[in-house]
């Protein structure tokens, strides 16, 4: 085994951190970014001369190169008897400790344990996250709050399976660097998980399962499955023994679900729809194919559009034909139990999501609230019944066309100065709380991560980009119409947060912001820039 050389700083303020960045674990990490780093890099450059092909032409396709796996007959390796049963799922950030005991403690069937989109990646975040994975695979995660309150694992009841959600390929950890090279977000968070809870896992029945975010290639799932491969032989563990679900939440990944599911066929569990950074991903794919792909306001695109409709059943269609499990998107509706009636508007429309996504097919679905998991349970017991899933339900009558899933126009038209101005507070206000180091906001009733930032600033910028005219004013977009609604947005926030906390956290957000949205240049990840000043205080 090549020696390499491996640099770390310790996270501030964080006493237990070095149970986790052990000489032992960090070898492992970076024996994967030696042997892994140079393909990711690779395919990230492999990204945008794909996405620009597509902008060129204005579309894409099904590849021809892939047609015998698509045609031909296999299926994924059979789910271990955790996993056969995922008809709800818990997402939340894996730190603080309060948040992941109750996720465990929520009745969920499974939790989705985010050190991604719902977890500001300070170093603390990422090192506490790995931590309280553990402890739980232990069983000894436990929190006091500052006013005495204990929280621990319940033992009355199943705690929810771990399923953890790595970093994307393209984010960095500079806080890790591996022969003078900045650090791979996705293998310093899969590397130290699974060093530390692997066999924990195995012990206790489950084992090291994963979500896989932002993938655009079945090239990328492939480097995964080779990961994966190399993380089990490393610790002598069964082959086939990790698990990935993998979120199909980029444009490209929609017309390769198939090679997707192929190429980690040993490790697959199944598919995942995310939906708001789906959306995000057609504008960042198509920013520059002109008006055709100009997306309508966000709140008005339901998965009822056809677009969407398009998208999900087909996922459920390849994800049955291939053994695999079709997660549902996230209930972002978060009840107010201060407020009865809030929290009753917030039931129905999670009752009603998570039927149309059950009735589909689906063979599970994500909350955001512990208080939301009897609801999903109980719409999809009334689908499933004493069965776990319903794989078995084939779907055989979808045909889905290229030009379905590219129909942007079916979501709709129109856009609106009022949505302009919802766009940016959003941007802003959920940009500056993950500035502060929390990656889970809730908003206007709704638990928002990452992907409700990118997409609120990718519509702005595309809206000034095609010139696009406000239905409710009759405003074109420009630069300057921009800029004053966000000045004005920024006055609106001024008004409902503290003085320090608004020159601190907001400041820097409104600047960051106003620079992705007025920008010539379109940046792909609002998470990039963002993580450059997280890294500067």
């Not at 597509?54 to 590849?63: N, R, S, V, Y």
């Not at 429309?349 to 939301?372: I, M, N, Q, Y």
């Amino acid at each position: 085994m090549t020696t390499s050389t491996i640099e770390h700083t310790l996270p501030a303020g964080h006493d237990r951190a070095g149970e986790i960045l052990t000489d032992e674990a960090l070898q492992f990490v970076a024996e994967l970014h030696r042997r892994f780093g140079p393909r990711r890099d690779e395919l990230l450059g492999e990204r945008e001369q794909n996405r620009r092909r597509a902008a060129e032409t204005g579309t894409l396709d099904f590849l021809p190169e892939t047609r015998e796996i698509r045609e031909s007959e296999w299926t994924v390796a059979p789910a271990p008897p955790a996993l056969q049963d995922r008809r709800v799922e818990m997402t939340g950030p894996t730190s603080p400790a309060k948040m992941a005991i109750n996720a465990l403690n929520s009745g969920a069937k499974v939790w989705l344990a985010d050190l991604e989109d719902a977890l500001s990646p300070t170093w603390y975040n990422q090192v506490d996250g790995v931590l309280n994975l553990r402890d739980a695979a232990l069983g000894t995660l436990e929190h006091t709050s500052p006013d005495g309150k204990r929280y621990t694992l319940r033992q009355d009841a199943p705690l929810a399976v771990v399923v953890t959600r790595p970093r994307g390929w393209h984010l960095p950890e500079y806080n890790v660097t591996v022969d003078g090279r900045t650090g791979i977000g996705s293998l310093v968070d899969f590397g130290l998980h699974f060093f530390h809870t692997a066999q924990l896992l195995l012990a206790n029945g489950h084992g090291p399962y994963y979500y896989l975010p932002k993938m655009e290639s079945y090239l990328e799932a492939r480097l995964w499955n080779e990961v994966f491969t190399f993380a089990e032989e490393y610790l002598g563990i069964d082959h086939g023994t990790v698990r990935a679900t993998v979120l199909i939440e980029t444009i490209p990944a929609a017309f390769q679900m198939e090679e997707i599911l192929w190429e980690l066929r040993e490790h697959a569990s199944g598919l995942n729809a995310g939906r708001w950074d789906y959306l995000f991903s057609i504008i960042k794919y198509f920013r520059d194919a002109g008006e055709k792909f100009v997306l309508a306001d966000r709140s008005t695109i339901t998965m009822t559009a056809p677009l969407m409709r398009a998208y999900t059943e087909l996922l459920v269609k390849t994800c049955h034909r291939r053994g695999a499990f079709a997660m549902g998107g996230m209930a972002a509706f978060i009840p107010n139990r201060r407020e009865p009636e809030i929290t009753e508007a917030a039931i129905e429309k999670v009752r009603a999501d998570k039927t149309r996504e059950a009735e589909d097919g689906f063979d599970g679905s994500w909350v955001a609230h512990p208080d939301l998991v009897p609801v999903c349970r109980e719409v999809f017991d009334g689908v499933l019944g004493e069965k776990p899933n319903q794989v078995d339900r084939l779907r055989e009558e979808v045909q889905v066309s290229a030009e379905q899933l590219l129909d942007v126009a079916s979501a709709g038209r129109v856009s609106t100065q009022k949505e302009l101005a919802a766009n940016l507070y959003v941007a802003i206000r959920y940009t500056a709380v993950w500035l502060s180091g929390n990656g889970a906001v809730a908003i206007h009733n709704l638990m928002e991560d990452a992907a409700t930032a990118e997409i609120s600033r990718s519509q702005v910028w595309q809206q000034i980009q095609n010139g696009v005219v406000y239905e409710d004013t009759g405003s074109m977009a420009t630069r300057e119409l921009v800029g004053e609604i966000l000045e004005q947005q920024k006055e609106v926030l001024r008004g409902e947060i503290d003085a320090e906390s608004f020159e601190k956290y907001f400041e820097p957000a409104a600047r960051l912001v106003a620079e992705l949205v007025l920008d010539e240049e379109y940046v792909d990840f609002l998470t990039l820039p963002a993580y450059e000043v997280l890294e500067e205080r």
